[in-house]
């Protein structure tokens, strides 16, 4: 049975540090912290978990989407793992949406990423792919990635003025909803 990980914080340094290559893909270890992070993610409802969120210094992270109100052309992918990814190349448009992050609760910022990404990983069964992603996946995929850059969110806002709680963040979505609905 998969086990609920702890979720690191921000100020721990493991967060702060560059996660190592993933050497041996088929490691029972790596397979097992796979299993409990796609738990854990579940658990916390979450789109995505890195390795260092839960004090593994690893290349890997878990991905996961599903259409929405607000995003309802996101497509529907069960959690799955990212081992080793890359960004190969992406395109000019850069978009600027709300993010937050388990490893930062209570805090969310207006944080600019490429709309659309060239990526390649391997997958928990050791395949090689090369995929392009965009909006939704295309942010949740460039969050995940800094994380095993020692990064977070907030080191990509223009601006500290970007940065809300979840309490005024809740008003901003509940507000835009409202003014979609007008149109
Ligand atoms: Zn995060």
């Known amino acids: 049975m998969p086990e609920l990980l702890q979720i690191s914080q921000l100020g721990h340094p493991v967060l702060r540090k560059k996660a190592k290559l993933v050497k041996n893909i088929a490691d029972k270890e790596l397979q097992r912290l796979i299993d409990d992070m796609i738990a854990t993610v579940i658990d916390a409802n979450g789109a995505g978990i890195a390795a260092p969120q839960v004090y593994q210094s690893h290349r890997v992270f878990i991905i996961s989407s599903s259409p929405s109100s607000r995003y309802p052309d996101d497509p529907e992918i069960a959690p799955m793992a990212v081992i080793n990814p890359k960004i190969v190349s992406h395109g000019k448009e850069i978009e600027s949406e709300w993010e937050g992050c388990l490893s930062i609760p209570g805090i969310r910022g207006l944080t600019p990423r490429w709309k659309k990404i060239k990526v390649t990983y391997s997958t928990r069964d050791g395949k090689k792919v090369s995929v392009n992603y965009e909006n939704f996946l295309a942010r ?22 970007d940065i809300c709680t979840e309490k005024e963040y809740q008003k901003i979505v509940s507000k835009r909803k409202a003014k979609s609905k007008k149109v």
């Open 140 to 161: 949740v995929f460039q969050h995940e990635l800094d994380h095993l850059d020692g990064m977070v969110f907030l080191d990509r806002l223009a601006s500290n003025k």
